[in-house]
């Protein structure tokens, strides 16, 4: 039987980024495209672009996937594989937690949903999430019960990270 693949070997899969240039009608990110690409990006480009990410620094996953879609000069990043390559990255940070020092970890913890709220489906749940955050001086308040960070828009990085 194969050996089960841990999160760091999903994440170092050898996959590339490719462009779609005709995407299907019902897609995600059919009508957000408005007849332009989409970008599908990789797991090491979604954890390379977290990684670029400053203490006390927030981004929303929209954020993220704009980002990735103005580094390839397409209209739109695709919405299902960066969460889910973000997961990956923030499941293969916690597998490295125990033998890394925290500052060489990926800090997924610095992306957010949309709104601000923190994501529930990140290792650890938004407790974990929000251990973190607060860690950098990043406060969580609820806003429909739900925990979120208020002031993220002005948390947001003052230049492009896809440059950095």
């Known amino acids: 039987m194969a050996k089960r693949k841990t999160a760091l070997d999903h994440l170092n ?3 590339e980024p ?3 240039h005709m995407i299907p009608p019902g897609a995600p990110g059919y009508r957000e495209a408005e007849g332009g690409a989409m970008v599908v990006s990789s797991p090491a480009e979604v954890n390379a672009l977290v990684r670029t990410l400053r203490p006390g620094e927030i981004v929303t996953l929209d954020d993220l996937r704009q980002a990735l879609a103005r580094r390839h000069g397409v209209a739109v990043a695709c919405p299902v594989s ?3 390559f973000l997961g990956m990255a923030a499941r293969a940070a916690e597998e490295q937690r ?3 020092p925290d ?3 990926t800090p997924w913890w610095r992306v957010l949903k949309k709104g601000g709220f923190l994501n529930p ?3 650890g749940g938004t407790d974990a999430q929000q251990a973190l955050l607060a860690a950098e001086g990043v406060r969580v308040s609820p806003l429909r019960r739900k925990p979120a960070v208020f002031d993220y828009a002005e948390r ?3 230049d492009r990270i896809e440059e950095r």
């Open 98 to 100: 125990p033998v890394l």
């Open 82 to 84: 960066t969460a889910i």
């Open 18 to 20: 490719h462009i779609v």
């Open 103 to 105: 500052a060489a970890l």
């Open 156 to 158: 947001r990085p003052a």
């Open 121 to 123: 489906k990140y290792p």
């Open 13 to 15: 899969s050898g996959r």
